[in-house]
């Protein structure tokens, strides 16, 4: 099953700012990341992450630093903000209500179809 | 470098030409390729295999760099502001400054020395919108724009010396002529002379590398920029006028006249040396202004010209045709030629080339078709009714302008057949400014002599 590419547009800040809340990371990393939680469900175009990235810098939600990877090239590395945290927490309470509803829904449906 | 990284290099290059796309966003994304590669060698597969996987795992390349440009729109446009100044920059801002005030006091100078106090015409030098002010006009504020010039490439002063020097030959030797008051010959000096200027501006222009085509060619392209630019600095001024006028019209009307007379003719020779400096910062965008205007009017006067030369080869020369008309022709000629000339400063790699160089050789042959029954027309005239400075200048530069578009139908045609690159073509018009100045230069001192200065 592939998660409709709307959702994961949706998805797609939330996502990105925990993942960056467990630590500071780079691109390459949190998509391995994404792909490890989703099981594969959650297909992302690589590429499509950056601009992402970089819009969330813009609004400072994280900032980013270059370093230097294990084989000396330039990497870009992210970090979480209080703004970043704060936007979080509040993405979070939404996606709590939007799954309380259609849990909500879908559980009752669930109870009347096996009634 | 093994071929991995040759494939990394072709990828980038072509990431990089979405101008979206800066070379840090390029690095972020070749690293994440290269580390995507590295994993998926480990997991077995060879090196072209991993290559192609991590390329199409990272997206469409036009995709990708949409999405960058949504984000990052500004860099759209970056090249359109003036680059934030280096070392250095500020400088040069400070030294157009410099120029573009130094133009302003000379105008403004000569205008007072054309006028008396009392608002009359001075007895020395006429009133300024008399014969001394506008045959000397060109003087007032070009030679500042060669010594902008000159300071920028660090001319050597024999060189500066020596440019100057026929300058001041020039300048005297027009200034001496006893002209006939209201004379032709002396408008004529007046048209002429900032066009022969123009030339003197160039060759400071290229820095004495009078011989170099390539330079020649820059000088070509710095020319249609700068006229670009300082028609839209004229639009700006003309905005500016109008509501000057408006907004003192209430309280000052009598002053109205007053101060435009000072801010007219300062905001026209600062403009000279600003639109020059903005050519200069801006040379990467300003290589692409003059040839976009060329590529869209070239087909549109292509087609104006056919009709008409057709129009005149069924008619024939209507009884109604006057004179006057030949100078009309030489513009048309020198349109023509700017288009052949900035079409072929662009004339890239890119597709439809041919289906372009057809249009302007059709162009070409139509406005050479058309001049010549002009000119057949006008030399029976001149043997009806002799030979006037105006008709000598204006017959002149017809034949100057015909020359140069045979040759280029000449080229054209060659090239047509052989499709050969334009650079026999663009050779053909750096070899031909010095005939150009030179029909110039005759124009400003021989003519007046020639006719008795009538």
């Not at chain 1, 609004?59 to 945290?85: H, M, Q």
């Not at chain 2, 724009?145 to 300058?167: D, E, F, K, S, T």
């Not at chain 2, 160039?202 to 170099?212: F, T």
Request: glycine share 10%; hydrophobic share 50%.
């Amino acid at each position: 099953m592939n998660i409709d590419k709307d959702l994961v547009a949706a998805m797609a800040t939330p996502l990105v700012l925990a993942i960056l809340a467990e630590g500071s990371n780079y691109g390459y990393a949190i998509l391995k990341r994404v792909r490890e939680l989703s099981g594969g469900e959650l297909q992302w175009t690589d590429g499509m992450l950056y601009p992402l990235l970089h819009r969330l810098e813009r609004l400072e939600f994280i900032r980013s630093e270059w370093g230097t990877s294990d084989t000396g090239r330039p990497r870009r590395y992210y970090e979480i903000t209080t703004a970043g945290r704060a936007q979080l927490a509040e993405q979070r309470r939404q996606w709590a209500a939007a799954t309380r509803t259609l849990g909500g829904l879908w559980n009752l449906t669930a109870q009347g179809a096996g009634a | 470098m093994n071929d991995l990284d040759t494939r990394i290099g072709e990828w980038r290059t072509a990431v990089l030409r979405s101008r979206s796309v800066d070379a840090a966003d390029a690095d972020e994304l070749e690293e994440h390729l290269r580390e995507q590669i590295a994993d998926l060698q480990t997991a077995g597969l060879s090196s072209s295999e991993a290559f192609l996987i991590a390329v199409g795992r990272l997206g469409e390349v036009d995709a990708v760099s949409a999405e960058f440009a949504r984000e990052h729109s500004d860099r759209l446009w970056k090249q359109l502001a003036i680059a934030r100044p280096a070392e250095g920059g500020r400088r040069s801002f400070v030294t157009m400054l410099g120029f573009a005030a130094l133009a302003v006091v000379a105008i403004q100078v000569a205008r007072l020395l054309a006028t008396t106090s009392d608002g009359s015409a001075s007895q020395v030098f006429g009133d300024p919108t008399g014969g001394w002010f506008l045959r000397n006009l060109g003087l007032f504020v070009l030679p500042v724009l060669a010594g902008y010039l000159a300071v920028l490439r660090r001319m050597p002063w024999p060189r500066i010396a020596g440019i100057a020097g026929l300058v001041a030959v020039v300048t005297i030797v027009i200034n001496l002529f006893p002209y006939v008051p209201g004379s032709s010959s002396e408008t004529l000096v007046g048209l002429h002379l900032p066009a022969l200027l123009w030339f003197v501006v160039g060759a400071v222009y290229v820095a004495g590398e009078l011989r170099s085509s390539a330079r020649r060619m820059d000088f070509i392209r710095f020319t249609g920029e700068w006229a670009i630019y300082y028609t839209l600095i004229v639009l700006g001024g003309g905005v500016l006028t109008v509501l000057t006028v408006q907004v003192l019209a209430p309280i000052a009307p009598e002053a109205i006249g007053e101060v435009l007379t000072w801010v007219i003719p300062s905001g026209g020779a600062a403009g000279v040396v600003v639109a020059a400096w903005l050519v200069e910062a801006k040379k990467s965008v300003v290589e692409n202004l003059a040839p976009v205007l060329t590529a869209i009017f070239t087909p549109l006067f292509a087609v104006m010209l056919l009709v008409s030369a057709a129009g005149y080869l069924i008619a024939g020369i209507g009884r109604r045709f006057d004179r006057e008309l030949v100078s009309v022709f030489d513009v048309m000629m020198l349109v023509v030629v700017a288009l052949v000339v900035y079409g072929i400063s662009a004339r890239g790699t890119g597709r439809g080339t041919r289906t372009m160089d057809v249009i302007r050789l059709a162009a070409v042959i139509a406005a050479i078709v058309l001049d010549l029954l002009v000119l057949v027309s006008m030399f029976l005239r001149i043997g009806d009714l002799g030979v006037t400075p105006n008709r000598v200048a204006a017959l002149g530069l017809n034949l100057v302008l015909l020359v140069n578009l045979a040759g280029c139908a000449w080229l054209g045609v060659r090239q047509l057949a052989t499709g050969g690159s334009g650079v026999r073509l663009e050779r053909w018009q750096t070899s031909y400014l010095p005939v150009f100045a030179g029909w110039l230069l005759l124009v400003v001192v021989a003519i007046p002599p020639l006719f008795s200065f009538a």
